[in-house]
């Protein structure tokens, strides 16, 4: 039996460097099984696809000198490009499944094969939906979720009081995030970004439009609060991201920015979203509270009957696992450590030819361009890239943990 999977790991491998010719993002078989080694659990944490503005009125008034653009859906909701979009993320998951040997190569998975739970956000619910269509189609695959609408404390741990929660350690790794100086040091590092940024949303408006006038500002954590972010430097971050998600959209370039913003501009924008998630999701005291609700399933997914698992949430619970395990990743198009719309921190654990386990994680999502353009993935296979994970080095391989080193890193979260 191990013998045959480690066969078909094998020929999966090959057919990865095949398939791949040298044109992905990361370079042939980036993502192929160390030597000796088959895949035999994977477990994804996957951001949701792109979606409009979570508020009718995203900024406050004066933020931007024009209106903004309109979205096809309600806000907060996955768009049918933002759907289309992981569709094509789910059929390549698909066929690298099965060349692993992970699914089986023809039909649907055996019942229980594949365990999907998602956020209850029509969002993270619809995003599940359309990667589990395009995974396996014809199959029925159940998408395990509460109501839409009901709070769903396996997602946000910390506002739901779980995850035994301390405020003062939050704020402790927080300061050490920020560095000397405070927040102003911060927001003085980056001026000249939001100077940028001020031009994109004001045009020729120059009195009272933009986000650098307020000071920013951090609020402490309290309990079943995490600190937050306040004036330029949250409002920077949020408007970046709507900048990102009108381009990965696929809205005319007339209408991303107002037509004020390229994709170079986009991407150094961007550095708003990924610091604050620097500064505030990151920190282990952050990262593992919050984690409570889902790393369970992480580590069931690793140790349990399931081939495949696939949790659906946010960016905030991409970034939090991305913190706790302290791996960094860059997409093309996106900032350093910014989880994009449908990217995924991947968990595989790894079985060699004497049955002992390992796990390795890498980071897979579309290029921006990707996105925005949702076209199938062939040969221009998505960005993968194997994270590091400090600590580990299991067989000589820089990064990969063994099992139990791995339990380890979780367990922080595991309360």
Known sequence: MRKAMMFRTLLGGIALVVSLGGNGPAGPAADAPPPGLGVDRVVLLMRHGVRPPTKAQPMPAGAAADAWPS???????LTPHGGEAVGRLGSWDGARLRRLGVLPAT???APGAVAVVADSDQRTIATADAWLAALAPGCSIPNRHRPQGED??????IEQGQGGYDPAAADAGVAAEVGPGGIAAVEARHHALLVSLDRILCGAAKNGCGVSGEASSIAPAAAGKRPKLGGALDRASTAAQILLLEYGEGKPMAEVGWGRATARDIAALSAF????FRLLARPRA????????????????LTGSAPVT???????????????????WQVPGIAADDPAPGGAIVLERLR????????RALYRSQTLDQIRSATALGADAPYRAVLAIPGCDARGIKGLCTLAQFEAKLAPAMR
């Not at 060699?352 to 386990?357: P, S």
């Open 71 to 77: 979205w096809p859906v309600a806000p907060g909701w």
């Open 107 to 109: 039909g649907c998975p």
């Open 152 to 157: 769903d404390p396996i997602f946000s741990a």
């Open 273 to 276: 979203h990924a610091l604050e």
């Open 286 to 301: 952050v990262a593992a509270a919050n984690l409570s609700g889902i790393a369970p399933i992480l580590r069931a997914g």
């Open 310 to 328: 696939l949790v659906s949430g946010h960016d905030t619970n991409v970034a939090n696992l991305g913190g706790l395990l302290d791996v960094h």
């Open 352 to 359: 060699d030819a004497k049955g002992a386990l390992y796990v």
